[in-house]
């Protein structure tokens, strides 16, 4: 399998909390309802929690500031990935998504890319 992370900011001008709001109450289900359509076998959500230990993390490594959240989705595989991505309905729902991203996604500061987990 292969998974979909999408590491996100809000928009300027969100708060997280409303941030996380919409992602969980709206386009979580959004995306949930229509997964079948990307073939996509799973969707979790990790919503950054507000914590001191956030801060130490950064500074003793010189990171940059957290995400808002991490977006995770598991495919069969690259190919099954691609067909859905290329079937009519699944141009259709990608581009649905995107436009629902914009009402709470920072794309310019946010991140998305494949990888393959490899448990220890």
């Known amino acids: 399998m292969i998974k979909l992370v999408m590491c996100l900011h809000r928009k300027p001008g969100m ?19 229509r997964a079948g359509a990307l073939r996509a076998k799973r969707y979790v959500q990790s919503h950054t ?9 950064r500074e003793s490594r010189n990171l940059e500031p957290e995400f808002d959240g991490v977006a995770e989705v598991w495919f069969e595989s690259e190919t099954d990935l691609m067909e859905a ?26 991140s998305a890319f494949l990888v393959r987990e490899i448990a220890f």
Do not use: K, M, V
């Open 15 to 33: 708060t997280r909390e409303q941030f996380q709001d919409y992602w969980l109450n709206r386009h979580g289900p959004f995306f949930q309802g």
């Open 49 to 57: 929690i507000d914590t001191f230990l956030n801060q130490g993390f």
């Open 85 to 110: 991505l290329s079937s009519p309905e699944g141009q259709e729902l990608g581009a649905a998504l995107l436009e629902d991203e914009g009402n709470f996604i920072d794309h310019a500061r946010s």
